[in-house]
C-alpha cells in the first residue's frame, strides 16, 4: 500500500466497475455475524445488497476504497454523502475475515477520511451495533468527535483531517 502503510503487500485504491465480482465475493466469505453487523439484517446471500451499494457509486457523492491482496479484495470502505447536509457522509468498512483485527479497519478509516475530504466533506458519520467492539474500538483509536447511544445502535460523528 505504498510503502506507507504496515501491508506492503496490498494495494489501496478506487474502486472500479471491475472489482464488482470481488467485491461480491469477499462479503459472501462473511461470517453471519460480520454480515449482520455490516448490513443490521441477516441475510443468506449479501450479493442483492452489494451490487445494489456498488450501483451508487459514481465517485462523486459515493465513493470506495478497496484493499487488494493478490486477485482479493480484503477490504472495502464506503462513503455516502448525506443529501441534506453535503459536506457530510455516512461511512461503512468491511473487512475480510482472516484480515480483520489486523489494522487493517484503522488504514481504511483514515485513506476513507482523506478521500472525504479531497470531495469537500468534513464531517463523516457511522451507525455501528452497540455491541460491536471491534467497530468502537477502531472509533476510539480515531477519535469520534461525539459518540450518541440509542438503543441497540451506536451512531459516531467523526471530523475528517483538514
Same mark, same amino acid.
Given at each position: 500500500?505504498?510503502?506507507?502503510?504496515?501491508?506492503?503487500?496490498?494495494?489501496? #485504491?478506487?474502486?472500479?466497475?471491475?472489482?464488482?465480482? $470481488? !467485491?461480491? $465475493?469477499?462479503?459472501? *466469505?462473511?461470517?453471519?455475524? =460480520?454480515?449482520?453487523? &455490516?448490513?443490521?439484517?441477516?441475510?443468506?446471500?449479501?450479493?442483492?445488497?452489494? #451490487?445494489?451499494?456498488?450501483?451508487?457509486?459514481?465517485?462523486?457523492?459515493?465513493?470506495?476504497?478497496? !484493499?487488494?491482496?493478490?486477485?482479493?479484495?480484503?477490504?472495502? @470502505?464506503?462513503?455516502?454523502?448525506? *443529501?441534506?447536509?453535503?459536506?457530510?457522509?455516512?461511512?461503512?468498512?468491511?473487512?475480510?475475515?482472516?484480515?480483520? &483485527? #489486523?489494522?487493517? *479497519?484503522?488504514?481504511?478509516?483514515?485513506?476513507? $477520511? %482523506?478521500?472525504?475530504? &479531497?470531495? %469537500?466533506?468534513?464531517?463523516?458519520?457511522?451507525?455501528?451495533?452497540?455491541?460491536? &467492539? $471491534? @467497530?468502537? %474500538?477502531?472509533?476510539?483509536?480515531?477519535?469520534?468527535?461525539?459518540?450518541?447511544?440509542?438503543?441497540?445502535?451506536?451512531?459516531?460523528?467523526?471530523?475528517? @483531517? =483538514?
Amino acid at each position: 500500500m505504498n510503502g506507507r502503510y504496515p501491508f506492503p503487500e496490498l494495494t489501496l #485504491r478506487v474502486v472500479d466497475s471491475s472489482d464488482l465480482e $470481488a !467485491v461480491v $465475493a469477499t462479503y459472501r *466469505g462473511l461470517s453471519p455475524q =460480520s454480515i449482520y453487523r &455490516r448490513f443490521f439484517t441477516l441475510t443468506p446471500d449479501p450479493a442483492p445488497l452489494v #451490487r445494489h451499494q456498488f450501483s451508487l457509486i459514481d465517485h462523486r457523492d459515493h465513493e470506495a476504497l478497496v !484493499v487488494i491482496d493478490g486477485d482479493e479484495v480484503v477490504g472495502i @470502505a464506503h462513503w455516502d454523502r448525506a *443529501g441534506c447536509c453535503p459536506d457530510e457522509a455516512e461511512i461503512a468498512i468491511t473487512i475480510a475475515e482472516n484480515w480483520q &483485527r #489486523r489494522g487493517l *479497519g484503522r488504514v481504511l478509516i483514515r485513506a476513507l $477520511a %482523506g478521500d472525504a475530504h &479531497r470531495h %469537500g466533506i468534513d464531517t463523516l458519520t457511522a451507525t455501528v451495533l452497540a455491541d460491536n &467492539r $471491534a @467497530a468502537l %474500538g477502531l472509533a476510539a483509536k480515531n477519535g469520534p468527535s461525539e459518540v450518541h447511544m440509542q438503543g441497540p445502535e451506536a451512531h459516531l460523528v467523526f471530523k475528517t @483531517a =483538514s
